[in-house]
């Protein structure tokens, strides 16, 4: 079945870049996404990607896909405090809408003031 | 809107005890889905529904029923709690003209 794979724990000093990582294993992934998760709250939607691209900005976000080894990565510039939460990758074959969204374990991010 | 609502936000429950997990959703979405969160295990899901009348089974659906009689609602609920079954549970909803679920805020659960 699919799979997807993250890190637990990334610690970065605020004002430097993090970098988070996932890896899948499902060839036919259509739709990528970064949720991020509060303490407390449920899962928001930060940004996707679909497979045919490689790269994608948002502000102070970069998601990189390469789609030859199934690597997906979130870059956030200049991270603030407020970035502190967990962050979790996830896959779709088609819009999560309405299809199975298969959910990475996600990556706890601290940031150290 | 008020977009996903989960109540309650927070229950015990002793082992063998049952109980209802409501959700309700006010964007008229079709789809709605109930997860499970456990620590560093991700998302795992429970139970679906691609509309009122129609459920069907997820990846970790024992201990569990659901029922959607209306649009609006997708109630989870557990017959015999089981420590188990400890968990925070996430109830979410989306469409086919959106490219993500909407997610409540999440109900803890502790079966002692």
């Known amino acids: 079945g699919e799979d997807v794979e993250q890190s637990l724990f990334l610690s970065v000093r605020e004002g430097d870049s993090s970098v988070i990582n996932c890896t899948y294993t499902d060839s036919s992934s259509t739709y990528l996404y970064w949720y991020k998760q509060e303490p407390g709250a449920g899962l928001q939607l930060l940004t996707y990607i679909f497979s045919n691209m490689d790269m994608k900005q948002d502000q102070r976000l970069t998601v990189l896909l390469n789609k030859k080894d199934k690597h997906l990565s979130l870059r956030i510039a200049d991270t603030q405090t407020g970035d502190s939460a967990i962050y979790f990758c996830?896959?779709?074959?088609?819009?999560?809408?309405?299809?199975?969204?298969?959910f990475g374990t996600g990556t706890k991010l601290q940031v150290i003031p | 809107n008020a977009g996903v609502t989960q109540t309650p936000k927070f229950r015990i429950l002793k082992i063998g005890q049952s109980m209802t997990l409501q959700c309700t959703q006010d964007m008229n979405h079709n789809y709605m889905y109930w997860y499970r969160q456990d620590p560093g295990m991700g998302l795992k899901l429970i139970y679906y529904?691609?509309?009122?009348?129609?459920?069907d089974k997820g990846e970790v659906p024992n201990g569990y029923n659901v029922s959607r009689s209306t649009t609006e609602d997708f109630p989870l609920r557990l017959e015999l709690a089981a420590p188990s079954q400890t968990s925070v549970y996430f109830c979410?909803?989306?469409?086919?003209?959106?490219?993500?679920?909407?997610f409540g805020p999440g109900t803890r659960l502790l079966v002692l």
């Open positions: 996830a896959e779709s074959p088609d819009s999560g809408g309405y299809q199975k969204v298969t």
């Open positions: 529904s691609v509309g009122a009348g129609i459920t």
């Open positions: 979410a909803s989306g469409s086919r003209s959106q490219e993500t679920q909407y």
